[in-house]
């Protein structure tokens, strides 16, 4: 299993993190196995939010750890928190309540990374400072991290917190990569060219911040998966195929050595519920694409080199 360093907390983690946005409605034995499988193979990063399941993700979770009688120590647990009914809440009082609702939930005394879940636009950066302190002094909180923030916002934070910002949580696929092309196409006036993040990628490497790519198989905001999507994504489906003969792999593992490629040391958010996808993913941490593939996918999935 690929490990990689966790900002710069000089932690190796595995490069993938087990999504825990959809295990709200798995029966309790395949929940189980899940995680048993997912343990056995040195998968033991968890990515949660206290809305995932309106907050019974972290309670199924919790029972299924139980029930297996795997050990909370042997896992490192993460979770967000920051959107609430029709808006997005940085206050101290919402960070440190929504804290001990992930503590409560997950059944446990200490959170290994809080992340900020989607920017709060009223956010006071004084304020998460002095929720962040209380948090770590209190031994609730490891570390901490944010989602789908731009450089811009994760500087003005770090203006008053004094913790390192460990991990970036941003959605990231093939079709999803405009994160890549606005690299690619600066100073362009093709689509592909608009800055939509700032340069966040460079960014999070200039300083040390794991980007963690959540929506790795899915296209557009929940459209579905584009592997096996022959109608919409035709050439990225063929060039995943050919791939995935070259390398006795499946294009699912095709897809997520694509992501693992990018030097970043970016950490894939996957999501499935299935053993089967699990192990094809596991795969594809372990398959080591060619420069000239990388960017034959890249190409197949709809994007230009100017
Ligand atoms: N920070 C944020 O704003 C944010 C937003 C969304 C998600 N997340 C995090 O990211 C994690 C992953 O997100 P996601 O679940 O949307 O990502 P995903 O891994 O791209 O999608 C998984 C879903 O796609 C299905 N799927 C179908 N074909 C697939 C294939 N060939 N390969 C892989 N999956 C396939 C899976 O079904 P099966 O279960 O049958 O395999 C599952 O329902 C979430 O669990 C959550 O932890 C974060």
Redesign the pocket.
């Known amino acids: 299993m690929k490990r990689i360093p966790l900002g710069a907390t000089g932690l190796q983690v595995p490069a993938i993190a087990v ?4 295990i709200s409605g798995m029966p309790e034995d395949k929940l189980d196995q899940h995680l048993l499988y997912c343990m056995e193979q040195g998968l033991n990063f968890f ?1 949660h ?1 206290d809305i995932y399941g309106g907050g019974q993700c972290e309670e199924v979770f919790a029972a299924a750890v139980k029930r297996t009688g795997l050990r909370r120590e042997d896992m490192f647990l993460q979770s ?1 928190c920051g959107i609430r009914p029709g808006m997005y809440d940085f206050s101290r009082e919402h960070i440190l309540s929504a804290v001990d609702g992930i503590l409560k939930r997950l059944d446990t005394e200490y959170l290994d990374m809080l992340v900020l ?2 920017p709060d636009a009223l956010m006071e950066p004084e304020e998460v400072a002095q929720a962040f302190d209380t948090l770590e002094s209190s031994g609730k909180v490891r570390y901490f991290g944010v ?2 923030h731009r450089p811009s916002q994760i500087a003005l934070l770090k203006k008053c917190v004094r913790q390192a910002i460990s991990v970036d ?1 941003l ?1 990231f ?1 093939l079709p999803q990569s405009c994160m890549v092309s606005s690299g690619l196409e600066v100073n362009m006036e093709t689509p592909g060219a608009i800055d939509r993040d700032g340069g966040v990628l460079d960014y999070c490497r200039l300083h040390d911040i794991t980007v963690q790519a ?5 296209y557009g905001f ?1 459209q579905g ?1 584009f ?2 999507n022959r109608e919409t994504y035709p050439e990225l489906n063929r060039v995943l195929d050919e791939l995935s003969e070259i390398y006795n792999a499946t294009p ?1 593992a095709i897809a997520a050595a694509w992501i693992f490629r990018h030097p970043a040391n970016i950490q894939l ?6 053993k089967d ?1 699990m192990a094809q993913i596991i795969q594809g941490s372990e398959i080591q694409l060619e420069r000239s593939e990388w960017y034959r996918l890249y190409l197949a999935a709809g994007h230009i080199l100017p």
Do not use: E
Not at 19 to 22: E, I, L, N, P
Not at 214 to 218: G, I, N, Y
């Open positions: 999504g825990c946005m959809r990515d939010a967000k879940h989607r989602s789908n949580q959605q696929s959540w929506s790795p198989f899915q929940f998966p592997v096996g699912t958010v996957a999501g499935t519920t299935s996808r």
